[in-house]
């Protein structure tokens, strides 16, 4: 009497991570990466130009020295500006740079980037976002100054940690509850207009004389 043959055991059918978000699918996070990095590079090269324009002649004056409130140059002079006994800029132009690359090699080159990848990009995202919180925090309320070209990289950071933690939870590299990823999925441009919201809130607040001379 012959063996009936067993078959292999099943897997978990998973849902595929390109039916998610439009921002989670390859091609789709692979642009919000480059135009937040090349929007985020151009910034901060700007600041690195007026970075060395700055230590050449102390007394220039920065394509965004507006008024005592807003002023690239002020920001420059102030520790904060050099937190690691470097212009903060360089880092800019550094990380933006990679994530820039890793959006061209997605799109130009298919190319497929191991999970080992994605955790150090991950990292990399969230120590930046980390960064720039911090530095908007010293921006409000310790320097009492803000820089529009510091700003501008903030804004860039916000859509970048929010999707690429997402997409990194749709991909499966950070394990969750598939509810959460779904919620997370779903809500992503909430939390960034939250976030957008949050930061402009702050902004107005602090700098209420600037918009409403009376209340000074």
Sequence with gaps: ?????????????TTSP?????????????WLLL??????WLASGELVLEKLEKLADPSHHTICDVNPWV??????????????GFPNMFIGI????????????????GARFSRAYWIGLQVGVTLGFA?????????????GILCPLCMIVW??????????TIRNLQHGVIPAPPGLVK????????????????????????????FIPSTM
């Design 1 to 13: 009497m012959t063996k009936a043959p067993t078959s292999a055991p099943t897997l978990p059918q």
């Design 18 to 30: 390109e039916t998610g978000p439009a921002m989670v699918r390859t091609r789709g996070f692979a």
């Design 35 to 40: 135009v937040t990095s090349v929007v985020g």
């Design 71 to 84: 002023s690239c140059g002020e920001v420059m002079s102030t520790w904060q500006s050099s937190l690691f």
């Design 94 to 109: 550094v990380a933006f740079g990679i994530t820039a690359t890793t959006a061209m090699g997605i799109l130009l080159g």
């Design 131 to 143: 960064f720039i919180v911090w530095l908007w925090s010293q921006a409000l309320y310790a320097i």
């Design 155 to 164: 804004a860039m950071m916000i859509p970048m940690f929010v999707w690429t």
């Design 183 to 210: 919620t997370l999925g779903e809500w992503g441009w909430i939390i960034v207009a939250v976030l957008y919201v949050g930061v402009i809130a702050s902004i107005f607040f602090r700098f209420l004389p600037m």
